[in-house]
């Protein structure tokens, strides 16, 4: 019971604060017009994704929960291979971004007023219909006021009541600390909590919420200058993040962490969002389509990955172990100059705010793959693997 | 005094009168109110045959009272016949579910006369004070 009348004490203080400073203050970064349309959009979607990348170990790392158990089993190749492509599905189950709409608008919707009701009582009423079955957007909640009005609850209302009749995991009654507390909330950030912030505030609320809008967009702006991408790199967050800055114009400390990383064809599909999201003429399409027939995608690399463990008992030809002494392939030699050719492009454009930095990014990662290619084509011809090829 | 379950035990026979009316849990100074359906003839503590809503006549710290009542079931006993005690038949009556009870309109009216009643007192109490200090 003590820990009870704590906890209310702490949410009490919460209010008093609340009241203070009114909460968080709001971003400077908004959606001005609907971005539901452009984000649901399949081809957005299939670019958001391939930046998102599968990496099987930070999708499945071991997490703050309870049960982090392993399962070990013995098991045949046909059955190896048929668990293999469930993990790479279920992977892609984890990786569902949370969807960018725009925020819902509060409209009273007013079903009767009866002025002979004045009075009848001296608090309102708020009926919840607990229907079995309905989805929560369905769920009817009115409000009877006390002078007699009938009508339909507030966005607020409505969320406290279904949580209060159909709990959702993890989701709080009350706003958490974290969210409300401008000082809590900066420390979060500071120390770098990005995905823990955006983990919870999925949970807290809905996508259609102001406050959602509100934090999201504090911690990408965050994220822009601290520059650690990576951290949400694989997880349900970074398609989201893609978007925002994309939309926002701007992308260079994203696209110049991409180069520096060597993910060039993500630097690609970076830029063709931009221009698709804000209409540049540009012919994106056909350098994305060249890219693809080079490059496989994420789920393939994946599972590649996963089968690569299962095949080491065969014998490697000598290729295929220079390959992965170098770590790219003659594809992907080909891959990077058209990507290279388009990322020049974008710097030269008048879209680019960074140039002078993504230009240097840009002169290394050529040195680099240059030698690479120097070492690749000298080792070939030192075990004679060009005789045997032609 | 053990808890009625939601989904029901209560016996009842197909054509005996059955009612849709609260159930007080709580306790002492605390009430708490189950909207159930049950035979007319028992006493509100013995099993019923379903739990319909809930009803927390005690406002909550937003200053509202909380009522939750499962439409399609209320909708489907009084469909079949079901009665309603008056306090159940001006809650749903509210609720805009069915038509506003007329001890509802009663109340207010009630409420509003005594409301007035006491501005009027007050009012001429003020102005009293007013020719006293004058």
């Given amino acids: 019971m003590s820990l009870f009348r704590h906890i209310r004490k702490l949410n009490a203080l919460q209010n008093v604060r609340q009241l203070s400073s009114a909460g968080l203050k709001s971003s400077t970064l908004q959606y001005a017009t609907d971005p539901q349309p452009q984000f649901t959009d399949a081809e957005t979607q299939q670019l958001l994704q391939s930046m998102t990348q599968l990496q099987l170990d930070k999708v499945f790392r071991k997490r703050t929960v309870p049960d982090n158990s392993v399962h070990t089993q013995f098991m045949t190749t046909a059955q190896l291979e048929k668990e293999f492509l469930q993990t790479i599905e279920k992977a892609q189950q984890l990786l569902q971004m949370p969807p960018v709409v725009k925020i819902k608008e509060d409209t009273e919707r007013i079903i009767s007023k009866d002025p002979a009701l004045k009075d009848f009582a001296t608090t309102k009423y708020v009926f919840t219909d607990i229907t079995f079955g309905l989805p929560q957007s369905e769920r009817k909640v009115v409000v009877r006021d006390v002078d007699g009005t009938l009508s339909y609850a507030t966005l607020d209302i409505t969320k406290r009541m279904n949580q209060l009749y159909f709990p959702l995991d993890g989701r709080k009654f009350y706003t958490p600390r974290m969210f409300s507390d401008e000082q809590l909330f900066q420390r979060c950030l500071d120390e770098h909590k990005y995905e823990f912030i955006l983990d919870r505030l999925t949970v807290q609320y809905e996508p259609y919420e102001a406050e959602f809008h509100n934090i999201s967009a504090k911690v990408f702006e965050h994220l822009n200058e601290s520059k650690q991408f990576d951290q949400l790199r694989s997880t349900r967050h970074f398609g989201p993040m893609a978007f925002f800055y994309a939309w926002h114009r701007c992308i260079d400390d994203l696209l110049y962490d991409m180069i520096r990383r060597d993910y060039l064809l993500n630097a690609v599909q970076l830029i063709a969002l931009s221009y698709k999201i804000h209409k540049v003429p540009l012919d994106y399409q056909a350098t994305l389509r060249q890219l693809e027939e080079l490059q496989p995608s994420p789920a393939v690399k994946a599972l590649a990955e996963l089968r690569s463990g299962l095949r080491q008992h065969q014998a490697k030809g000598i290729e295929n172990e220079i390959q992965t002494a170098i770590g790219k392939t003659e594809t992907d030699f080909q891959a990077d100059e058209i990507s290279l050719r388009f990322i020049e492009q974008y710097i030269g454009s008048e879209h680019a705010l960074k140039k002078v930095q993504l230009e240097l990014a840009v002169q290394t990662l050529k040195e680099l793959n240059l030698e690479k290619q120097q070492l690749y084509e000298g080792l070939k011809k030192a075990h004679g693997v060009q005789q045997q090829a032609s | ?134």
């Fill in chain 2, 1 to 134: 005094m053990s808890l009625s379950p939601a989904s029901g035990i209560g016996r009842f026979y197909k054509h005996s009168a059955k009612i849709i009316r609260f159930v007080r849990l709580g306790c002492t100074n605390r009430p708490f109110y189950h909207i159930v359906v049950m035979e007319r003839r028992k006493n509100q503590h013995q099993p019923v045959i379903e739990q319909v809503g809930s009803y927390d006549p005690m406002p909550n710290e937003n200053n509202e009272r909380l009522v939750a009542l499962n439409t399609e079931r209320i909708r489907f006993w009084l469909g079949k016949g079901a009665h309603m005690s008056e306090p159940a038949a001006e809650l749903l009556g509210i609720s805009g579910l069915l038509p506003v009870h007329p001890r509802t309109y009663m109340t207010a009216w009630r409420n509003r006369k005594a409301a007035a009643e006491a501005a009027a007192l007050a009012e001429a109490e003020g102005s009293q004070k007013a020719a006293e200090t004058a």
